[in-house]
């Protein structure tokens, strides 16, 4: 099946500080989203984002489909962005098309 | 319009009892997702309702699990009986399309813990 791999697994931050974040993935996709799960362990919609670049005050991302990965760039961190992020993926070919596969997340802590 | 919503927030449960999460999907939504992220794992695909029917349940981990859609509009999560391996946040999402490719909603999940 497809893999969907995450690059860093763990991050530190000062606040303010910049960061970008990776997700790689093995196979054509239709759909990519970028989540966000707070301490609470709420799972917060990001970017649905199969392709292009999309911007959201200071959260940015890059999907290239072609080359099958997507960046979601994180500016002037601040401690309430602490927690995991997880890309997650549709595949387009095979079964089971519909849902999503979700990479292992991004755990980002933030300090003050 | 409102968005994915579930109930409960959170439920505390001994092991070998019975848990029933509900989800209510964005209105309009055919496509009705159940999610988990257990033992601080990646999240994991459960199965996917078009409307009633059961469109695809092959992340089911076994058959504790039961899940509904009666109507086409809410849908229902059993487990019965309850392991202490089922603990975890459990996602319920939904999407507007007939097609594949389309963004999926989620709700703020039902954390679940088995004692």
């Known amino acids: 099946g497809i893999q969907v791999e995450q690059s860093p697994p763990d991050l530190i931050l000062q606040e303010g500080a910049n960061s970008t974040l990776r997700c790689n993935f093995s196979?054509?996709?239709?759909?990519l989203q970028w989540f966000h799960q707070n301490p609470w362990g709420q799972l917060i919609n990001l970017f649905y984002?199969?392709?292009g670049t999309k911007q959201n005050g200071r959260l940015s991302a890059t999907t290239v489909a072609t080359e099958r990965y997507s960046l979601l760039y994180i500016s002037s961190s601040q401690t309430t962005d602490s927690g995991v992020y997880f890309c997650?993926?549709?595949?387009?070919?095979?079964?089971?098309?519909?849902?999503?596969?979700f990479g292992k997340g991004t755990k980002l802590s933030v300090k003050p | 319009e409102a968005g994915v919503t579930q109930f409960p927030s959170h439920s505390v449960i001994e092991k070998g009892q019975t848990v029933t999460l509900r989800c209510d999907p964005i209105?309009?939504?055919?496509?009705l997702y159940w999610y988990r992220r257990v033992m601080g794992k990646e999240i994991k695909f459960l199965l996917h309702?078009?409307?009633?029917?059961?469109?695809?349940e092959s992340g089911m981990p076994n058959n504790r699990f039961l899940a509904e859609r009666t109507g086409g509009t809410y849908s229902t999560l059993k487990v019965q009986p309850a392991e202490l391996e089922d603990s975890g946040v459990y996602f319920c999402?939904?999407?507007?399309?007939?097609?594949?490719?389309?963004?999926?909603?989620f709700g703020p999940g039902t954390r679940l813990t088995v004692t």
């Open positions: 999402a939904s999407s507007q399309a007939r097609y594949v490719g389309y963004e999926q909603y």
């Open positions: 196979d054509s996709v239709n759909n």
């Open positions: 984002i199969p392709s």
């Open positions: 997650a993926v549709e595949r387009r070919y095979g079964g089971s098309q519909g849902n999503l596969i």
């Open positions: 209105s309009g939504h055919d496509n």
């Open positions: 309702f078009v409307k009633e029917s059961k469109q695809d």
